[in-house]
């Protein structure tokens, strides 16, 4: 890959198109996107097979900590997504998806944090060491997974975005 330079001679890394402000707004709103979608898929799914499990459990929940939890998740997808769109190059979009399963199997692991808080919170420690145990050994590859699913969205909607406007 060729590297491209700006007016100086200065180096530009992958996916940095020397508009700091944009890049900033863009893992602001991909954090925001992908940490809503961490936690709303799984809910809905959770709700739909089983509604009365996911009421037990979100009851043990006050509002004060699952606003915690959510912003630990939030602040862990931003970080990131901050390092994923700087490794990333959307028009190259194995890359994409590669950088964005290594991101996204880090931002496994404060996800299975989330999880294990709200389990202590809601149910018992036994369950919870017993979530952290088996989760610790798939959370990373989960991760992975969904870092690759939202990486292939990126890159679509950045292809859309510069369709439209072309």
Not at 38 to 52: I, Y
Not at 54 to 77: E, K, R, S
């Amino acid at each position: 890959m060729a590297e491209t330079t700006r007016q100086g001679g200065e180096e530009l890394r992958p996916g940095d198109d020397g508009r700091e402000g944009d890049a900033a707004l863009s893992a602001w709103a991909l954090a925001t996107f992908h940490a809503a979608t961490l936690l709303l898929v799984p809910l809905t799914l959770a709700h739909v097979v089983a509604p009365d499990a996911l009421g037990d459990i979100l009851a043990g929940l006050d509002t004060l900590v699952g606003l915690a939890l959510f912003l630990v998740l939030w602040g862990a997808t931003w970080w990131t997504n901050r390092r994923y769109l700087a490794a990333c190059a959307f028009a190259d979009a194995g890359r994409t998806l590669a950088v964005g399963a290594r991101w996204g199997a880090v931002t496994g692991l404060p996800l299975l944090g989330c999880v294990v808080v709200a389990a202590f919170v809601a149910t018992n420690p036994t369950f919870a060491a017993l979530v952290l145990v088996a989760g610790g050994l798939v959370a990373p590859l989960v991760g992975a997974v969904v870092g690759a699913l939202f990486a292939a969205f990126d890159v679509a909607l950045d292809r859309a975005a510069a369709a439209l406007v072309s």
